[in-house]
């Protein structure tokens, strides 16, 4: 399939990466667990450190207090063009949890009755905040079922479940689950002709890293992100707010305007950590053809980055190269994933006969290949439900991830089918906490 990265820029693309292919635990290892978090870029890193050595805080006079305050508002400037974003107001937070509970309770407000509507597919950050806050202030909680052999939500039932009262519709982007892409243009469109003044709030941030996003295109009120999942650190979240939400009542400082909605000092050395990020995109960009000004250099970046991993995905399911892909090995079952290759993020969920998740996790980690085993839990038991499933293997990848990985994966997957009783028997399981939040 085309859209494979030229060799050349792959290999380029890998050395900015720390342990791309190996760390201090695992000298060689493949990593495919991007859904829980990316690798980390190297330049980021000596960014974010830098930084960090200089002590000066914001509003002082001094050279560093300038110098900090400027990074802070670039790193600003730098959501707003990641997202696409050309008005409106950004919400930073410690984690993508943490944005999506602010911009729910401020969507929701003190105003008592109506209803919200949200999927069992969501990440518990989407599921819980909106049970919360709906609660809080009286009002109906509506939970649109998922397709288990899609392992997206039609749009149509997400609708039907809008009436005039429906003041808040809060949904995924791209499942961390299923990778399902859901289709957030018309679902905006069309639920707006049943309740005009309904706000959307989506949760980006498994999607945001693999592909273009433009939150007025895709006409939602709220988008959230998690930069540690696009080759940054954890510690800060964003959430971009429309004009509609972003002077909406939230905790603030009673000295500070409506739209602004910093609490406290910021880490302004996690904000020259994100810009870092964003100069690596736009080098992609620019490295796969895209001319222009910033914009266009990552929107560039992040096209060449879908096409890579979409074709990745196809290797993942088809096979190449005389290596069976996971459509065609009979000891797996493939879960929710019956449809377009071109709606998905690069991600795998699958089922081995007679293994549970942990164990095949257990048996790629012995094969020097990271991965998941995902049980229902806090944060995905109610997916797992809709999906009919007690659990399942989770592959998942970047634009980092090469042919070869791929296929490394897949035949250490194909091993199992082989192997008897007693040798299934010795793989035991890798650990499986509750607190797997990715």
Not at 252 to 271: F, I, N, V
């Amino acid at each position: 399939m085309d859209g494979l990265l030229p060799p050349d820029l792959l290999r380029e693309v890998r050395c900015r990466f720390a342990y791309v292919d190996g760390d201090p635990s695992t000298p060689q290892r493949i990593f495919l667990d991007t859904a829980s978090g990316s690798l980390r870029l190297e330049s980021m890193i000596a960014a974010l450190a830098e930084q960090t050595r200089w002590p000066d805080q914001l509003g002082r006079a001094s050279e560093g207090s300038r110098r900090a305050g400027e990074i802070v508002e670039h790193g600003l400037e730098d959501v707003s063009l990641f997202l696409g974003a050309h008005d409106g107001a950004i919400v930073p937070a410690m984690s993508g949890t943490h944005a999506m509970f602010r911009a729910v309770h401020a969507a929701l407000g003190d105003e008592r009755g109506g209803n919200v509507v949200t999927t069992n597919l969501e990440h518990a950050c989407v599921y819980d905040s909106t049970r919360v806050f709906a609660d809080a202030v009286g009002a109906e909680w509506r939970v649109a079922d998922l397709d288990p052999a899609t392992g997206r939500v039609p749009v149509e039932a997400i609708l039907a479940r809008v009436d005039a009262q429906t003041r808040l519709i809060a949904t995924i982007h791209g499942s961390n689950v299923t990778g399902a892409v859901q289709d957030l243009t018309t679902l905006t469109a069309e639920a707006r002709r049943i309740s005009p003044n309904v706000l959307v709030a989506v949760d980006g941030v498994q999607y945001a890293p693999h592909a273009p996003v433009d939150v007025h295109e895709l006409g939602v009120d709220a988008y959230v992100f998690s930069p540690y999942k696009v080759f940054c650190v954890k510690g800060i979240g964003f959430a971009w707010l429309s004009p509609r939400m972003s002077g909406h009542g939230h905790w603030k400082l009673r000295g500070k305007p409506d739209d602004d909605w910093m609490l406290g000092s910021p880490c302004d050395a996690t904000y020259a950590a994100w810009s870092n990020v964003v100069d690596y995109l736009c080098w992609m960009g620019t490295q796969t053809g895209g001319t222009g000004d910033r914009r266009q250099r990552l929107l560039a970046g992040m096209r060449a980055s879908h096409a890579h991993s979409t074709a990745l995905l196809h290797r993942l399911l088809e096979g190449a190269d005389g290596v069976p892909g996971l459509r065609r090995m009979e000891h797996v079952t493939l879960i929710g994933m019956d449809d377009d290759l071109q709606r998905r993020v690069l991600l795998a969920l699958f089922n081995v006969s007679g293994l549970d998740g942990s164990q095949v996790a257990e048996h790629l980690r012995r094969r020097g290949i990271v991965v998941q085993g995902r049980k229902a839990d806090i944060y995905c038991g109610h997916a797992f439900d809709g999906l009919g499933q007690p659990g399942a293997v989770r592959v998942s990848g970047c634009h980092y991830n090469t042919p070869d990985e791929i296929d490394a994966c897949l035949g250490a997957i194909n091993e199992l089918r082989s192997m008897g009783a007693d040798e299934i028997a010795l793989i035991g399981a890798a650990p499986v906490r509750s607190g797997q939040e990715g």
